[in-house]
């Protein structure tokens, strides 16, 4: 790397070596602001956005419609009729959505409360204490990352068929609570805690447990929020396995609650929409309030590209 | 006791009161390490381990859901699976679909990232409509997307008319569907390799660029020299990652035709589901299963040695 040799017109600051965490590249030296190249960049960022946005907009416009504009091909906007909120009365007062959304919320709620704390507590084991086996065990753990939970999915409804959990919260739940990867990226980071705090801590005698709640948790708050988030995204979307385990209508979660129904409106776009932009927008809500933190924890859960 | 493990001072004059204290120092960490490993332990034996072993064991059974059958039937199974043209269409199926999809899911996520990096305003505008995406379910991104697709009144035929081309039945034409899938995925997840792309660009120093575009390199130039090189770890990482995710097709093929199964569509896990929870054959599902599982260890193993040649290089 070239040092910056500064010609006598011009001055530049220099940072220390530190990473800087920046919202943004400041203008560098001899960039105009308004250069073709950067012009052009804007420019195509511009459409890519659009077109990631559309999709979703046209979603949205389609469930402000009325059946017939909704049905009529007619691709403007604002159907002929109006903007008209009918799509979401007529779901809301189904009743369903109510109790489908609960059930997401509950059962994603404990399924990334729990992943986050038994995978906290083992990552801890593998990271900083000393036991037989640990080695090979890790190994097991990490190499069981590649297994996709779908090859399992006829032996763990044996399974909850034996535990009596088939249609249960619970049979929802606990096969999905089971995340190797979490282990290893917590891992990473806790080899990445200071152990000279840890060491004075256990010089005034608090034990294993005490030092792990205390000290290690509180330091790694922003990893666990980050990994919680993507636990409970994933926890929220998954489709395949509620859809095997739950076939009482009030036990259903969002995505297979809703896949349910679309059999039976048969062609009511409108609605189909309307249910579609409701499922989403918890989660858009939750994105837009943590998104400096997702975007973090995507740098530091070991996908930072060291 | 006078391991580092019990030191204490004793001005604190607290009694003892650590979690097993009548064990000896080195018994006493060994006991803690597997209070702080049991609960994970326990979940992943229940729930990874022994279904793994429990599916291989019902893979040499003819065992149904009704618990009819059951009986050893050694590898029939098997060699069913391996000469079922279904099975095999399936398999190639979810392989071209990894091919189709992961090519744009990595080239579109970087050209997102380098853009977003290059500092223009409006950062949470572009993180937002590229992740969020990636925040819907299944369901409903294939509502959205079946809606578009839609022959008659889809947005996107009304696209193809408005340039003066041909309208096409996208999911009901066997030669298009699967490429009306791979389209709706990358909108649907690009956002995901968008970040990683992001976060490792905005760990490369901000002074190596400025050192560079003193010397006087453009910023195509800082592109080529300095910000792809360094991410190739980010990569190698996205790669295997998105090939892994690809070949675990199922939800948004299976929803976007309505669950009826399409022979160009069909993917590798759809059949697992169909043998296992259409045809009620658990014995059978499970043997397409561990086909399904070699294909993944196989890719697995292909790309570990291919990262390493390339580290030795």
Known sequence: MSTATLSPTETVTVPDGRRTRRAHRPHLPGQRPFAPLRVTAFIVLIVLAVSWLLPFLWAVATAFKTETDAASGDPSWIGASGITSEAFTAILSQGNVYIWAWNSLITSVAITVITVAISAGAAYAFSRLDFRGRRWLFFVIVASIVVPPQVLII????????????????????????????????????????????DAARVDGASRFRIFWSIVLPLSRPILASVAIFVFIGAWNNFLWPFLVINDTTLMTLPVGLQTVISAYGVQYAQVMAQAVLAALPLIIVFVIFQKQIVKGVATSGFGGQ | MTTTASTRVIVT?????????????????????????????????????????????????????????????????????????????????????????????????????????????????????????????????????????????????????????????????????????????????????????????????????????????????????????????????????????????????????????????????????????????????????????????????????????????
């Open chain 1, 155 to 198: 032996p763990l409804f044996y399974e909850m068929l034996a535990f009596n959990m088939i249609d249960t919260h619970w049979g929802l739940i606990l096969p999905q609570v089971v995340a190797p990867a979490m282990v290893f990226i917590l891992k990473k980071f806790f080899d990445a805690v200071p152990i000279e705090l840890e």
């Open chain 2, 13 to 313: 004059g607290r009694r003892d009161d650590t979690p097993f204290r009548h064990a000896g120092p080195r018994r006493r960490e060994e006991l803690i390490s597997w209070a702080f490993l049991a609960p994970f332990l326990i979940a992943f034996a229940l729930f990874l381990v022994w279904p793994i072993l429990h599916g291989i064991y019902l893979s040499f059974t003819d065992q149904s859901l009704t618990g009819a059958g059951g009986g050893f039937v050694g590898f029939a199974n098997y060699a069913e699976a391996l000469g079922d043209p279904v099975m095999w269409q399936s398999l190639w199926n979810t392989v071209w679909f990894t091919v189709l999809s992961t090519v744009p899911l990595v080239l579109v996520a970087l050209l997102m990232a380098a853009l977003v990096d290059r500092g223009l305003p409006g950062q949470w505008l572009w993180r937002l409509s590229f992740f969020m995406p990636y925040l819907l379910a299944s369901t409903v991104i294939s509502q959205i997307w079946v809606w578009i697709f839609n022959p008659q009144i889809g947005a996107a035929n009304n696209i193809l008319k408005a340039l003066g081309l041909e309208p096409i039945a996208w999911l009901q034409n066997p030669d298009t569907n699967m490429m009306a899938i791979v389209i709706a995925t990358v909108w649907w997840t690009v956002g995901f390799n968008f970040l990683l792309y992001l976060a490792a660009m905005q760990n490369i120093p901000q002074q190596q660029y400025e050192a560079a575009s003193l010397d006087g390199a453009g910023p195509w130039r800082q592109f080529w020299s300095i910000t792809l090189p360094q991410l190739a770890p980010a990569t190698v990482l996205i790669l295997i990652l998105q090939v892994l995710a690809s070949l675990k097709l199922f939800d948004q093929a299976y929803q976007m035709l309505g669950g009826v199964a399409s022979d160009t569509t069909r993917s590798i896990v759809q059949y697992i589901y169909e043998a296992g929870f259409v045809s009620y054959r658990f014995g059978y599902s499970a043997a397409i299963s561990y086909v399904f599982f070699a294909l993944i260890v196989i890719v697995g193993v292909v790309q570990a040695v291919a990262t390493r040649r390339k580290k030795e290089l």
